[in-house]
């Protein structure tokens, strides 16, 4: 995709993006903006007009931009503190040894070298807890299902994503979000079920959807939920 050209139309800025991959004008909401995305050799005028005929649609997606960015929830980062973890609000406690960090019985204890932390001190030992116990369960459920199914893979590792909550490379990497585990556990599932499937079919094929639907009946509402909800997934 080649360099963007910035500009304005109605008050609202888009970038005009040239993709050698595209065969079709498109719009997309991306990170940095609107953005209208056309075939390399596309006249730039013809990028103008679709942006105006769509201009309606544009608006309304930058309402709903606006409404989720509002449903993103806050943290404080203190002690006491409630953090979802598999749907359920867990409380911040902090472990007097890393032995005792953990979550268990609707507590996060998080360890940390201060006694009072604060929030610089507080938010990125929740974060390693929380990367550490969601690499733990995604294994664990990764394994269970690659072994019901009768598939390998080669390692599961988490990191966190901007765009992907999952991926299965072509060498059997299976790679998570880490803050999917945020969501309630079937949603998770979901997940697990989403990507241990390509381990069988390395594509979005019937014969894919067929093999999660069969290890997730209910995938249909789970995925929704992750698409609607997903951007509460912070900490």
């Known amino acids: 995709m080649s360099e963007a050209q910035r500009f304005t139309f109605a008050g609202i800025p ?12 498109g719009l997309v909401m ?8 056309i075939p390399q050799r596309c006249a730039e005028r013809h990028g103008h007009q679709f942006l105006r ?9 930058l309402v709903r ?5 509002r449903e993103i929830p806050s943290y404080l980062y203190q002690l ?11 409380r911040l406690q ?5 032995a005792d960090s953990g979550v268990k019985d609707g507590v996060l204890a998080v360890f940390t070298q201060a006694r009072e932390p604060d929030a610089a001190q507080l938010r990125p030992a929740l974060h390693r807890l929380l990367k550490r116990e969601a690499l733990a369960l995604l294994t664990d459920k990764s394994q269970e299902l690659a072994a019901l199914t009768g598939v390998q893979f080669c390692a599961v590792k988490v990191r966190r994503t ?16 880490w803050l999917v585990c945020l969501a309630p556990e079937a949603v998770v599932d979901y997940l697990v079920a989403h990507e241990v ?6 594509n979005h094929s019937r014969a894919f959807w067929r093999q999660v639907e069969s290890v997730c009946p209910n995938y249909r509402e789970l995925r929704r939920w992750l698409r609607d909800n997903g951007h509460r997934l912070v900490v």
Not at 14 to 25: A, D, E, F, P
Not at 30 to 37: D, L, N, P, S
Not at 53 to 61: E, M
Not at 94 to 98: E, N, V
């Open 14 to 25: 888009y970038r005009l993006v040239r993709s050698t991959r595209r065969k079709r004008l």
């Open 30 to 37: 991306a990170a940095t903006g609107v953005e209208v995305r």
């Open 53 to 61: 005929d769509n201009i309606q649609w544009v608006r309304a997606q």
């Open 65 to 69: 931009a606006d409404e989720r960015a």
């Open 80 to 90: 006491g503190e409630t953090i979802p973890w598999l749907g359920r609000a867990h």
């Open 94 to 98: 902090r472990a007097a040894d890393p």
């Open 162 to 177: 901007k765009t992907k909550w999952g991926h299965c490379s072509l060498g059997g990497e299976l790679q998570y979000n």
């Open 197 to 202: 499937s390509h381990l069988h079919h390395h």
